[in-house]
């Protein structure tokens, strides 16, 4: 399919997508806020008073979604891509993967934290396996991170695409964390391979 074609059939979906209109409704950045809220819905994660990194947070409704429902947070947001000021989120422009960036984060919170969001996803090169090897890699990463950073009953929530490294990241993830789950959202696209991980206590 030629690009443009694709790019239509892209704002088509979009026109008629109701978590596109909801999300305009509500006043929320994007339609992916209603993933991690059917997330939070279904796992019983967010709490007040609660420490939360969110990672590749741009344009921001998993943030706007973490700061509304949450009172007295403690929330820090990074991406690649400059963020408009969200109410109650630290924000920070950088690479996640860079240890400046990791060390910028130990160093907001000063202490181990409850729960690490990542919706990280690498930009999609129209290769299915290559995309979700790309975004596994950034998965995986923050994985290691979270075990780093979250206290024994933290919680890790991350996007993960089906794939080659699927199995392999669901295997680490185990050996990091007592409970595994995956879910796929109803707000994540059917025709998509995306699916989230929600892991809880460290090993
Ligand atoms: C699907 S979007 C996130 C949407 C977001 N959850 C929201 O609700 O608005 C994926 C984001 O991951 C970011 N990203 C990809 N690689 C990254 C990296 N190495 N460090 C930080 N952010 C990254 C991209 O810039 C992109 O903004």
Redesign the pocket.
């Known amino acids: 399919m030629k690009k443009n074609k694709i790019s239509k059939n892209w704002i088509n979906k979009q026109k008629n997508d109701i978590f596109v209109k909801q999300s305009k409704l509500e006043g929320?950045?994007?339609r992916?806020?209603y993933?991690?809220k059917e997330i939070n819905e279904k796992f019983k994660i967010l709490k007040n008073g609660m420490s939360v990194i969110?990672?590749?947070?741009?344009?921001?409704?998993?943030?706007?979604?973490l700061s509304k429902n949450i009172k007295n947070a403690k929330l820090l947001a990074?991406?690649?891509?400059d963020i408009e000021e969200i109410e109650g989120v630290k924000i920070i422009t950088?690479?996640?993967?860079?240890g400046a960036?990791k060390k910028k984060i130990h160093e907001y919170f000063g202490r181990k934290i409850d729960v690490v969001?990542s919706?990280?996803?690498?930009?999609t090169t129209g290769n299915k396996n290559l995309d979700s090897i790309n975004t596994g890699e950034?998965c995986i990463?923050a994985l290691l991170f979270s075990k780093t950073i979250l206290h024994p009953k933290g919680v890790f929530i991350s996007?993960i695409f089906m794939g080659s490294t699927f199995e392999e990241i669901i295997d680490s993830a185990k050996d990091i964390f007592k409970e595994v789950n995956i879910y796929k959202p109803s707000a994540s696209r059917k025709d998509s391979k995306e699916n989230y991980i929600i892991c809880k206590f460290l090993k």
């Not at 969110?54 to 979604?65: E, K, N, R, T, V």
């Not at 919706?119 to 930009?123: C, I, P, T």
């Open positions: 929320y950045k994007s992916a806020v993933k991690l969110d990672l590749g947070a741009a344009p921001g409704s998993w943030s706007q979604y990074i991406d690649l891509t950088g690479d996640f993967t860079e960036s969001v919706d990280m996803a690498k930009n950034l990463d996007k």
